[in-house]
């Protein structure tokens, strides 16, 4: 079914009752071509981008549980294409111009909402540093404007500018980054793949493959034993576990990252702020919430369940940046497990295992990344090439130096 205005409305009049479920229920045939673990927002954009760039249709994806119970549907929903690096800048510019044709091209609505972007700067040093980013940005092709103490307080003038410990001097606005609604991604992408003949199966967990010769034949799940030539790994903060089926060490840990939403409130903030003084964000998103969150648990888990002092850091925060959130209720709280690697940007190569690949290390910035690693994870896939805008994430970087080290704090996940 093509979703349209006349399908609304035609639906509308009959009850709601015509309406199909986005994608089928499958269970496993015997063997694939190529089988993706992970039904997140990754797995799902791969296995479209497989059958809809390559033609390779006789693929499936094993979701161990729901599609969108993983960090897909627990994220902040924020996208941007605001990278320094060469190779993240690339990637990510790529990125939010998938993001911008999504709707189209998946007939889907995913509430995309290009609301902006702005960073803050707390000293004349984080200023240069936001123009020199913002440089990079322009260059790049994306767009940046820097703001001055007061362009940014007729900006956002309920941001606390002069609080003596966190001066704001300034930020840095992305005008095309904005959110998007996460959970509607998975849901986008699975029926969009679902229609191209791919197999997505749902609760069955594999939990371990087969491997004879160094090379890789299938994988074993709680639904049986299935075969396939090529196995991707896209199971964010189960990564470094998958990767242990078979032997392998990755420079990855797992973290879990907390976030937060207010009561619904009128509409007060209208575009996503990043305070720079330490790691704090917030939005507000459609139904009135504001959605917020800071750093990650500073410890390795694989809970989804956070602690109590990142809770009061964040709160802080909070309050540090706009006081008037003081008068907000926090509605609920969540974490999702984050899979960290030792620069902060992920790993999208093959491993030492023939027919093995992984997607993976996407810290706590996956979302924003899905639509071209789903793009670039099956080029290579596909190909056994990298994707141009993808060549710098490969996993040997961390064995020959050259580390895409974003945010300059060295191998320490608790500092990224
Ligand atoms: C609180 C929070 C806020 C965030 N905010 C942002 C943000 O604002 N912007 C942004 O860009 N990024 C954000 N992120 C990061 C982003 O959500 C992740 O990087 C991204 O979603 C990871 O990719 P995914 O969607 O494929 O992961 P997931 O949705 O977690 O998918 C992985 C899937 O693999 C499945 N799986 C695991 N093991 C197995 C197995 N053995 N067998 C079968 N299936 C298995 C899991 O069940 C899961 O569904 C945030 C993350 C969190 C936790």
Redesign the pocket.
């Known amino acids: 079914m093509h979703y349209s205005a006349w399908q609304i409305l035609k639906n509308g009049l009959r009850g709601g009752k015509n309406w199909r479920p986005l994608w089928h229920s499958k269970e496993p045939k015997k063997s694939y071509d190529i089988i993706i673990?992970?039904?997140?927002?990754?797995?799902?954009?791969t296995a479209y981008y497989l059958a809809k760039n390559h033609a390779l249709k006789n693929v499936a994806v094993?979701?161990?549980?729901?599609?969108?119970?993983?960090?897909?549907?627990?994220?902040?929903?924020?996208?941007?294409a605001n990278y320094l690096l060469d190779g993240n800048s690339q990637f990510f510019s790529h990125s939010l111009k998938l993001w911008e044709s999504m709707e189209q091209e998946l007939n889907f609505n995913t509430m995309m909402s290009q609301r902006g972007i702005l960073s803050l700067g707390h000293s004349d040093g984080q200023m240069d540093s936001l123009a020199r980013r913002g440089n990079m940005m322009i260059s790049q092709g994306d767009d940046a404007e820097l703001l001055s103490a007061k362009e940014l307080s007729d900006y956002v003038p309920y941001v606390n500018q002069t609080d003596p410990r966190f001066p704001i001097y300034g930020g840095l606005l992305h005008r095309r980054g904005g959110?998007a609604r996460?959970d509607a991604?998975?849901w986008g992408y699975a029926r969009a793949a679902d229609r191209l003949g791919v197999d997505i199966i749902q609760n069955?967990?594999?939990?371990g493959m087969i491997v004879n010769n160094n090379t890789i034949s299938g994988?074993q799940?709680t639904k049986g034993k299935i075969k396939a030539d090529k196995i991707g790994m896209?199971?964010?903060?189960?990564t470094s576990?998958?990767a242990d089926?078979v032997g392998l060490k990755l420079p990855i840990e797992s973290h879990?990252?907390?976030?937060f939403v207010s009561e619904g409130l009128k509409p007060c903030v209208d575009c996503?702020i990043s305070w720079g003084a330490e790691l704090f964000?917030i939005s507000q998103s459609d139904k009135g919430g504001l959605v917020f969150?800071g750093d990650i648990d500073k410890y390795n888990t694989y809970a989804?369940r956070g602690n109590l002092p990142a809770i009061e850091n964040v709160m802080e925060a909070a309050m540090a940046l706009m006081p008037m959130i003081g008068r907000a209720k926090v509605l609920r709280s969540?974490?999702?497990?984050?899979?960290m690697t030792m620069d902060g940007s992920p790993i999208i190569d093959k491993m030492p295992i023939n027919g093995l690949y992984l997607?993976?290390g996407?810290?706590?910035?996956?979302?924003?990344?899905?639509p071209a690693?789903g793009w670039c994870f099956a080029h290579l896939l596909a190909t056994d090439e990298h994707h141009e805008v993808a060549e710098k994430y490969t996993l040997d970087r961390f064995e020959k130096g050259y580390l895409l080290d974003e945010e300059a704090t060295g191998a320490t996940p608790n500092l990224h």
């Open positions: 673990i992970g039904g997140g927002g990754h797995g799902l954009a094993i979701e161990k549980g729901y599609l969108g119970g993983g960090n897909v549907g627990r994220n902040t929903t924020i996208v941007r959110t996460h991604v998975a069955c967990e594999v939990t994988v799940t896209a199971v964010a903060g189960r576990q998958v089926m879990v990252l907390q976030a996503e964000y969150g989804a969540w974490g999702g497990i984050v899979d997607d993976g996407w810290c706590y910035g996956g979302f924003k990344a899905t690693s």
